[in-house]
């Protein structure tokens, strides 16, 4: 099992452009989570999908944010346009039911300039 | 609004010698409580994890305790290792409510 895969493994772009950021959660789990990594903020989730359905985007910050997930085995965060506060490091995670452990990907760190 | 708190942010200690970490909540619903320990430029991976109708868990070195009076939980690692240096986060859930954790707590074990 090659557990959570997320690319890239970093990312540096300028204020206004598109982001993009994949994930591909472990075979069998009906659970998938984004979270984001701050200083100031700890982990914070953003979006989590069950069966590749969003169930709960209350953490998502703004409009500029999107997530989708068009299959079982693959999800993408979007930040369009993105900003210099928008930096961090951004994980993906699932699991087999809501409430069992996390398993998580060695993230992407953002870096918006 | 911070449901789950982890304060002192970083502790030192001794190889050898135990490692208490503390981990206080604040909304009663919470019934399920899990530790995540991260590298650098790693994601988090689950270490243990407690229900609320205990109020000790242990495997191996590592132990979690529940006070659910207090809603306070700690994670005792003994002995502590040089390769526990990491950063440790208390996590929650339960309820309606989503998992939440703490800012974590950066442990460095001194060989």
């Known amino acids: 099992d090659a557990g959570v895969i997320q690319s890239p493994r970093h990312e540096v772009t300028e204020m206004g452009q598109e982001v993009t950021l994949r994930c591909k959660p472990i075979?069998?789990?009906?659970?998938l989570f984004w979270y984001r990594q701050t200083m100031m903020r700890g982990l914070e989730l953003l979006i989590y999908?069950?069966?590749?359905?969003?169930?709960?985007d209350s953490g998502m910050p703004e409009d500029r944010f999107s997530a989708k997930m068009p299959n079982a085995s693959f999800s993408t965060l979007k930040i369009q346009p993105s900003e210099p506060r928008d930096s961090a490091v951004y994980f993906c995670?699932?699991?087999?039911?809501?409430?069992?452990?996390?398993?998580f990907g060695n993230g992407t760190r953002l870096t918006v300039t | 609004d911070q449901q789950v708190k982890q304060n002192s942010p970083s502790l030192s200690v001794q190889e050898g010698r135990i490692s208490i970490l503390n981990c206080d909540y604040t909304?009663?619903?919470?019934?399920?409580f899990l530790w995540y320990k991260k590298y650098p430029a790693e994601g988090p991976t689950f270490l243990i994890s407690i229900s609320s109708i205990k109020d000790k868990n242990e495997d191996g070195r590592f132990t979690v305790f529940l006070n659910k009076s207090a809603k306070h939980l700690s994670l005792h690692i003994v002995p502590s290792q040089p390769g526990d240096s990491a950063v440790y986060f208390c996590a929650a859930i339960g309820g309606n409510n989503r998992l939440a954790f703490g800012k974590g707590n950066q442990v460095v074990v001194i060989p």
């Open positions: 995670a699932s699991s087999l039911k809501y409430n069992s452990p996390l398993h």
């Open positions: 075979s069998g789990h009906d659970y």
């Open positions: 999908f069950n069966n590749n359905v969003p169930i709960d």
């Open positions: 909304n009663s619903m919470f019934d399920y």
